[in-house]
């Protein structure tokens, strides 16, 4: 675990959860797995999200669950893979309504790296996962230090736009303060979700609001 680095405004701002008894057992528990066992993503790629995207910078916050567990997907942003992987199912659909909602051609690839490096920061609830063992890493810290990083980010910001898609996203509402910050659900865009994605417009939703904050709206073009 000697290789895990988090940007130093965020070790600013969650300094308290750090040292509490949940994260030290958390550093245990990951400390004994990695020498048992294959974990993802590796070390320098846990805290991708919030490298890539430092706590002054947040605009947007969209929430996934865990990361992908097949070797080599997990990057530390949910819903994004690495460029030489096809892009996930869940992926694809996001695609098709970026299409429908600002005519935006499909990428050819799963890297949102280039949100991540305007402000949308790409958060699981869960950060690793055991190699081929989906949700492997459920219940042992990671949700609660999750949980404090929404209500901080609740907290100590203003203006904000929350992303829910699916029941395990939308359940983190609680967490938002709304009289600051802006909520806006759907239903997961896995396929398996069927219907309740497609036709949300969450992307142009989002962009007329950071607008008219005066913020810069995101440039969802993936190249």
Not at 95 to 114: F, M, Q, R, V, W
Not at 185 to 208: I, V
């Amino acid at each position: 675990m000697a290789d895990v680095q988090i940007n130093e405004e965020w070790k600013t701002v969650l300094r308290e959860e750090f040292d509490k008894d949940y994260f030290e057992n958390l550093v245990a528990f990951l400390r004994k797995e990695t020498e048992r066992t294959t974990v993802y993503p590796p070390g320098p790629a846990i805290f991708n999200a919030f490298n890539n995207t430092p706590f002054s910078e947040v605009k947007v916050v969209i929430l996934g669950q865990d990361p992908y567990h097949n070797p080599g997907q997990a990057m530390g942003l949910c819903f994004s893979v690495p460029k030489e992987f096809r892009t996930p199912p869940s992926l694809r659909n996001v695609y098709k309504e970026l299409e429908s909602d600002l005519n935006i051609e499909p990428a050819s690839h799963g890297d949102l790296t280039h949100w991540s490096k305007q402000g949308v920061f790409l958060l699981n609830a869960i950060l690793t996962v055991e190699k081929n063992k989906p949700a492997s890493h459920r219940k042992k810290g990671w949700e609660q230090f999750t949980d404090a990083v929404i209500e901080t980010l609740s907290a100590k910001k203003e203006g904000l736009v929350f992303l829910l898609w699916g029941n395990y996203a939308k359940n983190k509402k609680k967490l938002i303060d709304e009289t600051k910050h802006h909520v806006l659900t759907a239903a997961h865009p896995s396929p398996l979700a069927r219907t309740g994605f497609l036709g949300c417009r969450h992307f142009s939703k989002t962009n007329d609001i950071l607008l008219k904050q005066g913020k810069q709206a995101i440039d969802w073009q993936l190249t």
